[in-house]
T-cell receptor
Framework: ETGVTQSPTHLIKTRGQQVTLRCSSQ?????VSWYQQALGQGPQFIFQ???????GRGNFPPRFSGLQFPNYSSELNVNALELDDSALYLC?????????????FGSGTRLTVV | GENVEQHPSTLSVQEGDSAVIKCTYS??????FPWYKQELGKGPQLIID?????GEKKDQRIAVTLNKTAKHFSLHITETQPEDSAVYFC??????????FGAGTTVTVRA
């Protein structure tokens, strides 16, 4: 059984650019959630995807968008990058849509915006 | 929305001693309370969880207690070892699609 894999592990972008982060779900998991973890903080919920549709969204602007593919993998896209977008972006897959359904987190993508 | 507060932010203990981390939550509808351990360069890993119909749960050296009336829950680590050094997060959920996390506790176990 494979875990959650994220790519890339690190990247540096310039303010105003766009970025795409990728996530492969754990085998058997049909739901993907994305979290943003600023340095020294707990993860903050961005959104969740289930059956290729956005199933819920946190307090993030529309320039944060996502996709889920038929194989349950997912992408997080951020447009018009701002310095405050610098953070660790975590993907978590789960076998159901509830917060209690058992998340498995990936190791994250460290995004630095300069 | 749910607000989770976690204390202390840092905790240093002597190897073999116990460590206790406390969290409070605001939404009385929350019914699931997991604890995650995050090591440097890794994502959070679930170490124990408790649901609202249970007051205490134990797994080897780790235990979690829940007081629904007071809306707080705690993580207890006994006989701490150097490999317990990490950042620990509490979280809460009320069966919706997300977890609300605390700000984390950095635990350092001194040899």
């Amino acid at each position: 059984e494979t875990g959650v894999t994220q790519s890339p592990t690190h990247l540096i972008k310039t303010r105003g650019q766009q970025v795409t982060l990728r996530c492969s779900s754990q085998s058997g998991h049909n739901t993907v959630s994305w979290y943003q973890q600023a340095l020294g903080q707990g993860p903050q919920f961005i959104f969740q995807y289930y059956r290729e549709e956005e199933n819920g969204r946190g307090n993030f602007p529309p320039r944060f968008s996502g996709l889920q593919f038929p194989n349950y993998s997912s992408e997080l896209n951020v447009n018009a990058l701002e310095l405050d977008d610098s953070a660790l972006y975590l993907c978590a897959s789960s076998p159901g849509t509830g917060g209690a359904d058992g998340y498995t987190f990936g190791s994250g993508t460290r995004l630095t915006v300069v | 929305g749910e607000n989770v507060e976690q204390h202390p932010s840092t905790l240093s203990v002597q190897e073999g001693d116990s460590a206790v981390i406390k969290c409070t939550y605001s939404d009385s509808a929350s019914n699931y309370f997991p604890w995650y351990k995050q090591e440097l360069g890794k994502g959070p890993q679930l170490i124990i969880d408790i649901r609202s119909n249970v007051g205490e749960k134990k797994d080897q050296r780790i235990a979690v207690t829940l007081n629904k009336t007071a809306k707080h829950f705690s993580l207890h680590i006994t006989e701490t070892q150097p490999e317990d050094s990490a950042v620990y997060f509490c979280a809460a959920s009320w069966s919706d699609y997300k977890l609300s996390f605390g700000a984390g506790t950095t635990v350092t176990v001194r040899a």
